[in-house]
């Protein structure tokens, strides 16, 4: 069975860290780039940062350069994405995507996980 899941998230309060996992079963990640999307309450699904398959290049939205780092182990078939300084407005569901194509929209991607909360509070 095809799977993507996030693991990771939860309440920090500001300037605090999280690292999200994104793990994937019933296929490898080598071919797939990896896409972090959020969505918050009442606003659209944004995307935040993608590694391609090879992890030679990266994308960040302008929200996350400096702050956010995407990386990924294709021998464990797992992703990351490392948020740091965290903001209140970072709170939003966060959503791992693996896509042949990748790129900073969500409908190019194959596979979908769940998401997780990301809450940024004091």
């Known amino acids: 069975q095809v799977q993507v899941v996030e693991s990771g998230g939860g309440l920090v309060q500001p300037g605090g860290s999280l690292r999200l996992s994104c793990t994937a079963s019933?296929?490898?990640?080598?071919?797939?780039?990896i896409g972090w999307f959020r969505q918050a309450p009442g606003k659209e699904r944004e995307g935040v940062s993608v590694?391609?398959?090879?992890?030679?290049?990266?994308w960040y939205a302008d929200s996350a350069k400096g702050r956010f780092t995407i990386s990924r182990n294709n021998d464990e078939n797992i992703a990351y994405l490392q948020m740091n300084s965290l903001k209140p407005e970072d709170t939003a569901v966060y959503y791992c995507a693996a896509g042949i194509y990748g790129g900073s929209s969500w409908s190019t991607y194959d596979y979908y996980g769940q998401g997780t909360q990301v809450t940024v509070s004091s």
């Open positions: 590694i391609g398959s090879s992890e030679g290049s990266s």
């Open positions: 019933g296929f490898t990640l080598d071919e797939y780039a």
